[in-house]
């Protein structure tokens, strides 16, 4: 039986209850200095040997991403814009792929480090 109210399931209310704290707790943290927000895009480049070998790199890639919550983006069809943003000379052609993250708790506050 599956308990529905309007469109969600609020089985999962306690989950999502949660989740607000804990981003609550979060802008309260970067609010006072206590955590830094960036806003970051990381590249990484897969090498293989064969189109099955990075298939499986890939999926062993993703699945680890994925178990963090990271957005993971192909750039299909952008192989040349993608290679001239992992080479180290600061060109970075790629827009639109940036996300804001936070360095994590560090346990002390600004004024002590």
Same mark, same amino acid.
């Given at each position: 039986m599956q308990h529905i109210q309007g469109n969600g399931n609020i089985l999962? /209310?306690?989950e999502l209850e949660k989740q607000i704290g804990d981003l609550e707790e979060l802008r309260m943290l970067i609010q006072t200095n206590q955590d830094k927000l960036f806003f970051?895009?990381?590249?990484?480049t897969l090498n293989a040997e064969n189109l099955?070998? /990075?298939n499986e790199k890939t999926k062993i890639l993703e699945s680890e991403l994925n178990k963090k919550t990271a957005m993971i983006r192909t750039l299909t069809f952008r192989q040349l814009e993608a290679l001239k943003s992992v080479l180290p000379i600061g060109e970075v052609p790629i827009s639109n792929h940036e996300r804001n993250m936070v360095a994590g708790r560090s346990g002390y506050s600004n004024s002590n480090i």
């Open positions: 999962h /209310l306690p970051a895009t990381i590249f990484i099955q070998e /990075l």
